[in-house]
């Protein structure tokens, strides 16, 4: 079955480095989206992406943070100047289409820690 | 106001027996979806089973069903002749609107499920 894939599984970085998370939705979805999970809480929304631009944003995807699919298979997500409340799982998701019956489909997700 | 609710923070069951994972939800849009995932130790989220407001009949996924009661607006996830390997921590989540609408998936807070042998 297909699968949305993303890498690293784990990075830890320096507080204020930038970071690049990456991952590569399933083939035939248009539909992006980065989560991310504080160790303990629930998943949280960051964005959405579609057509190539961003479709929609919560309040914690600030300026720090940037999205972009430089190519047909890669979608990524960067964090310019990490900050220690950035340590989280990301989950990186991909759906065939939006609308409430569209289901998506989340990698197995990327632990970055700041320290 | 929470826009999904799972109140059971950790649920025990054992082995071979059915458990349901509660879940209510807050919505005023007609259109919405309703998905449990699991999430085991190793951090993955696993797609479970869907249920759409419109649906006229409870979803079901092998050893998974969902009870869904539209006037409490309660989608519970019921795991029948439960196995080791569904320990894990389940979240419900929803989706609102029209095909273009709003995207983003709210989840609840989970439900950490242990299996006893």
């Known amino acids: 079955e297909p699968e949305v894939t993303q890498t690293p599984s784990h990075q830890v970085t320096q507080m204020g480095q930038e970071v690049i998370l990456r991952c590569v939705p399933i083939s035939n979805h248009l539909y992006f989206y980065w989560y991310r999970q504080i160790l303990g809480q629930k998943v949280e929304f960051l964005v959405s992406?579609?057509?190539?631009?961003?479709?929609?944003k919560s309040e914690i995807f600030d300026d720090q943070f940037s999205v972009e699919r430089p190519d047909g298979s890669n979608f990524t997500l960067k964090i310019r100047s990490t900050k220690l409340e950035d340590s989280a799982m990301y989950f990186c998701?991909?759906?065939?289409?939006?609308?409430?019956?569209?289901?998506?489909?989340f990698g197995n997700g990327t632990r970055l820690t700041v320290t | 106001a929470q826009k999904i609710t799972q109140t059971q923070p950790g649920m025990f069951v054992q082995e071979k027996e059915a458990v349901t994972l509660d879940c209510t939800y807050d919505t005023s849009d007609p259109s919405y979806g309703l998905f449990w995932y699991k999430q085991p130790s190793s951090g993955e989220m696993i797609f479970l089973i869907y249920?759409?407001?419109?649906?006229?009949q409870n979803a079901t996924e092998g050893r998974y069903s969902l009870n869904f009661q539209k006037a409490r607006k309660s989608a519970n996830l019921v795991i029948s002749a439960s196995q080791l390997g569904d320990s894990a921590m389940y979240f419900c989540?929803?989706?609102?609107?029209?095909?273009?609408?709003?995207?983003?998936?709210?989840f609840g807070k989970g439900t950490k499920l242990t299996v006893n042998p």
């Open positions: 998701a991909s759906s065939e289409r939006t609308g409430s019956g569209s289901p998506l489909h």
């Open positions: 249920q759409g407001s419109y649906d006229q």
């Open positions: 989540a929803m989706r609102e609107g029209q095909q273009g609408g709003s995207e983003k998936l709210v």
């Open positions: 992406f579609y057509n190539n631009e961003i479709s929609e």
